[in-house]
């Protein structure tokens, strides 16, 4: 019987599952929801995301993976056999499974291991780990196999990848562990600390997504709802873009420092390829209004972000994994 040959991405933010020959099967958030004080399963994914700030304390909204590591294993473990069983709905038990497993190129060993054990607890015995740096780029229809070094940044929901590839590998790269969950959060408090409006972290997200610009005169704005902090009573207020810009252009700006310190870790003869190929800039954050223009204008490169930079990771693995075997 044939072998079943998946893709897996388990992001802080989302789960990917992407099953060859079948297409990405598992595209949700990488949330489940228990009975508090149990380990019982009530959700995963989407519908556990439509229960965050809407349940009472009997259910508990998990985020079993944070900052690119595994913080949950019990709970990641039931996480995952969910969504294994959207992506193998009527696996017999006869067929194999090997699994390619997409990780930031900033996990040591042990963490690398812990993913593995999630996806070892589903009764899968075969993994194979990719970087997610490297299979991004061929998500963005990057040839990585030429002698001709060019930037991966990788902006996730917990951490942002720097590296310089080459020739199908990592010249030289690191991670920092801040990423679009950590900007929702800030947006959050900004709001909180300005407009005196506490609004939910659901709301921040989507301000991120659909009102942030790092334009500084862009027009953009959107109305929320939250708590007024002083009445305690339900409040709308307009939001601008220009406002929450301000709340996370701290973390823009240290992504630019990462990027010339990794510049500055190249040989003469690398740094002299990254000047004309520059970035490829991928992960969800990549769909930010302005993200290009800011970083070229900050490190001196060109950018480029490719059409739908979420799905980089788990599609270049699937491409990766069709040009390797």
């Known amino acids: 019987m044939a072998k079943i040959h998946l893709i897996v991405e388990l992001g802080s933010s989302n789960t990917y599952i992407y099953r060859i020959g079948s297409g990405l099967l598992v595209a949700e958030p990488s949330l489940i929801a228990t009975k508090y004080g149990s380990d019982e399963l009530f959700a ?34 039931k996480m995952f056999f969910e969504f294994y069983k959207k992506a193998v709905p009527n696996k017999s038990i006869f067929e194999p499974i090997d699994v390619m497993l997409c990780v930031s190129n900033g996990l040591t060993d042990n963490q690398i291991e812990d993913f593995k054990e999630v996806i070892y607890s589903a009764g899968i015995g075969n993994i194979k780990v990719v970087l997610s740096s490297v299979v991004s780029l061929v998500g963005a229809d990057v040839n990585i196999n030429k002698p001709s070094a060019m930037i991966s940044l990788n902006i996730g929901g917990g951490t942002t990848d720097f590296a310089v590839v080459s020739l199908n590998d990592i010249v030289t790269g690191f991670s920092i562990d801040f990423g679009g969950q950590d900007m929702d959060e800030a947006i959050r408090q900004y709001i909180y600390n300005t407009k005196r409006l506490e609004i939910s972290i659901l709301t921040a997200e989507k301000l991120k997504n659909e009102c942030l610009s790092l334009y500084e005169n862009d027009t953009s704005n959107m109305e929320v709802s939250g708590v007024d902090i002083d009445t305690k009573k339900p409040r709308s207020e307009i939001i601008l873009s220009t406002d929450i810009r301000i709340s996370v252009l701290h973390f823009f700006d240290n992504i630019c420092a990462g990027l010339e310190h990794l510049v500055n870790l190249c040989s003469p003869e690398i740094a002299s390829d990254i000047a ?32 739908e930079p979420e799905l980089s990771t788990i599609v270049g693995g699937a491409k990766y994994y069709l040009d390797n075997n």
């Open 44 to 77: 995963v994914g989407f519908e556990a995301k439509k229960l965050i700030g809407k349940t009472n304390e009997a259910i508990t909204v998990i985020s079993p993976i944070e900052k690119g590591t595994v913080a949950n294993k019990t709970m990641a473990e």
């Open 276 to 307: 004309p190929n520059g970035i490829m800039i991928t992960g969800g954050v990549a769909n930010l209004v302005g993200l290009e223009n800011y970083i070229t204008q900050k490190v001196a490169l060109p950018c480029s972000v490719p059409e």
